[in-house]
């Protein structure tokens, strides 16, 4: 009989025996891809704080030597003469992000749970559509989109933003993938039996048992959004998005380069923070998402 490998207990739990060098060079490891996928965010912030002539100066220095807030002062002192208040940009981008959001995730959750947690005919052939959905890019279905909008005389509202927003099938995707390999049939079905509800299984039981997945929908839904500018549905200057706002401005030339280093860490601070308080929520949510067909 083979020799069995050594077995040490960590945490209550028995896994195999690995010497104390190779966790120590698996989190080195680890440490310096975490710093060098950090980089792009340290010079983003090295560069906002960098007077024009570090700005332009070449080849360009990772470090900041003559660190000003000017560039933010500039920033914030051209949203000023803006004739559309910036606020309303702004008020624009949160209701833009925190309804498409929030659709997404009731819709998507609601069909995930249907597809794969109730029988019924064609939901294979469904769900391979939507499947097939997912090789086309936004733009591919820009001009049946616009002429859906045209029709249901939503162009030029935020309606056209929003409720698209919400078909999003990568959220449907991942929520039914989840839902496959986390919520035990059996569960729902002694939920059935004591007489609960569908709706009130899905919500008291389902969701909750997929948490990380419907954190990292909410993660990717908003960050879209939070970052989407111009839209072909919207004319009007003042149901514009806060990235668009910064576009126009940062349209002036080289003088405000400045404050477009600025306006690009102002823009990312926000998904930034909803992504790291669900990061490891995301983790587990991709490892799950291809478990089964």
Do not use: C
């Not at 986390?182 to 997929?210: C, K, Q, Y």
């Not at 823009?267 to 995301?282: A, D, G, R």
Request: proline letters at 4%; glycine letters at 6%; charged letters at 15%.
């Amino acid at each position: 009989m083979a020799k069995a490998k050594k077995l040490r207990i960590r945490k209550h739990a028995v896994v195999l025996n690995r010497s104390r060098g190779g966790d120590t060079g698996i989190g080195i490891m680890l440490f310096l891809l975490g710093a060098f996928m950090f980089l792009p965010m340290v010079y983003a912030i090295s560069q906002s704080l960098k007077p024009l002539d570090e700005l332009w100066k070449f080849p360009p220095n990772f470090i900041v030597h003559n660190p000003t807030v000017k560039n933010y002062t500039d920033l914030f002192r051209l949203m000023n003469t803006s004739w559309v208040p910036f606020s309303r940009y702004l008020f624009n981008t949160v209701l833009i992000s925190v309804s498409g959001t929030f659709g997404n995730l009731i819709l998507s959750s609601m069909a995930a749970y249907a597809l794969s947690k109730i029988k019924f005919p064609g939901r294979g052939w469904m769900f391979q559509m939507i499947v097939l959905s997912l090789m086309f890019s936004a733009t591919a279905a820009s001009i049946a989109n616009f002429i859906t909008m045209s029709l249901l005389h939503w162009v030029d509202t935020l309606w056209a933003v929003i409720v698209p927003a919400w078909g999003s099938t990568l959220g449907l995707y991942l929520m039914k993938q989840f839902m496959e390999s986390s919520v035990s049939d059996a569960v729902l079905e002694s939920a059935r039996l004591d007489g609960s509800s569908e709706f009130n299984t899905f919500i008291r039981i389902a969701m909750p048992m997929v948490k990380p997945a419907w954190l990292t929908l909410i993660v990717y839904s908003f960050q879209g959004l939070w970052n989407s500018g111009a839209s072909i549905y919207i004319y009007s200057e003042e149901l514009k998005t806060f990235n668009y706002a910064i576009s126009q401005i940062l349209s002036g030339g080289i003088v405000r380069a400045g404050a477009g280093a600025a306006s690009t860490v102002v823009m990312m601070i926000v998904p930034v923070v909803v992504f790291v308080i669900t990061q490891s929520n995301i983790i587990e949510t991709m490892s799950a998402s291809g478990m089964k067909d």
